[in-house]
C-alpha cells in the first residue's frame, strides 16, 4: 500500500485542526505572505492571521528554544508592519503532532533578531555550532566545527586539490564513524533512564500498514478498481519474481510499460 499520500493528509488535517482552534473558522488569514524588515532580511511565514504566525515543522522536535529566532524574524517584521506589541508564535511539528508556541513582545523580538543580525555582520564575532549547521554552506571551514578536532587530522587542507581532498575524506570517514558511536551510545543511555543535558528521547508514531488481501476483499467490491488501485503501490522486483516462477519462459509482457527514475549516485571507496 502507498501509504504515504494518506499519511500526509492526515498530519495536514491535523496542523488545520490545530489552527482553528487557535483562531476559529471564520477568520481572515494570509498564506505565506512576505514579512520583510527593509534592508535587513525577509522570510515567508506559512500562516498569520491578526497576532498569530504559525510555522508547519516536519522530522523531530528541537530542544527549545527550537525555531524560535526564524518565528521571531517573522513576528518582528509582522509587528513592525501592524503596529503590534505582541504576537503568539506557533510551531507545528506535524510529523510528531506537536504544538509549540509561545509569546514574544516587539521589545523581545527586537533583541533577539538584531543582536543575530549584528553578530553576523561584525567581523570579528566566531561562529558558534549549532543544530542548523547542516544547511550552512561553510561547514568544511567553519571553525566552530573543527576547533575540538585533533591537530593531526584537522591540518589545512586545500580540498580543490585531489590528494588533499582524497586524505580529508578518509578523515571524515573516520570521525563519522566515531559520530555514530557517540550517537548509539547516548541513545543506549537516555532509555536506560539516564541524563543528558540539552538531549532527549522522543517517540515517533509507527508506520501503518495493511494486508493487501484483507484490504482488497473488503474494499474493492465498494470502491471500484480505480480508486482502489490509486492507493497501491507495485513491486516490481517481487513482480518480476513471482511472474518467472509460473511463466518461466515469457518476458513480463508490461516491461515496456515500467519507467525508471533517474539514476542516482553513490561515492564508494575504491579498493
Not at 527549545?64 to 507545528?92: I, S
Not at 578523515?171 to 547516548?186: D, H, L, N, P, Y
Not at 488501485?229 to 513471482?242: F, H, P, V
Request: glycine share 6%; net charge negative; with cysteine.
Amino acid at each position: 500500500m502507498a501509504g504515504g499520500v494518506l499519511s500526509d493528509e492526515r498530519l495536514i488535517d491535523w496542523a488545520i485542526d490545530e489552527v482553528h482552534k487557535v483562531i476559529g473558522g471564520d477568520a481572515v488569514v494570509q498564506v505565506e505572505p512576505l514579512l520583510e524588515l527593509e534592508d535587513k532580511y525577509y522570510g515567508y511565514a506559512d500562516l498569520v492571521c491578526g497576532e498569530h504566525v504559525f510555522d508547519l515543522k516536519s522530522g523531530g522536535i528541537p530542544p527549545l528554544p527550537g525555531y524560535k529566532a526564524q518565528l521571531a524574524g517573522y513576528a518582528l517584521a509582522h509587528m513592525e508592519n501592524t503596529f503590534r506589541d505582541f504576537v503568539w508564535c506557533h510551531e507545528l511539528y506535524i510529523d510528531s503532532q506537536y504544538h509549540r508556541y509561545y509569546k514574544i513582545t516587539l521589545g523581545e523580538a527586537r533583541e533577539l533578531v538584531l543582536g543575530i543580525l549584528d553578530s553576523h555582520l561584525d567581523e570579528n564575532s566566531e561562529p558558534v555550532s549549532c543544530t542548523y549547521c547542516k544547511w550552512c554552506k561553510h561547514t568544511l571551514t567553519c571553525k566552530a566545527l573543527t576547533k575540538d578536532f585533533d591537530e593531526d587530522d584537522m591540518k589545512d587542507y586545500d580540498l580543490t586539490n585531489a590528494e588533499d581532498l582524497a586524505e580529508a575524506l578518509h578523515v571524515a570517514k573516520r570521525w563519522k564513524i566515531w559520530a555514530e558511536a557517540v550517537e548509539k551510545e547516548a541513545k543506549k543511555q537516555l532509555q536506560e533512564g539516564n541524563d543528558i543535558d540539552g538531549w532527549k528521547l522522543q517517540t515517533r508514531k509507527g508506520r501503518e500498514s495493511i494486508d493487501i488481501g484483507m484490504a482488497h476483499k473488503e474494499l474493492y467490491s465498494r470502491m471500484g478498481s480505480d480508486k482502489f488501485l490509486a492507493c497501491c503501490s507495485m513491486n516490481l522486483t517481487k513482480l518480476r519474481k513471482i511472474w518467472g516462477e509460473f511463466y518461466e519462459n515469457e518476458e513480463l509482457p508490461v516491461e515496456e510499460f515500467i519507467t525508471r527514475s533517474r539514476d542516482s549516485v553513490a561515492m564508494v571507496e575504491d579498493k
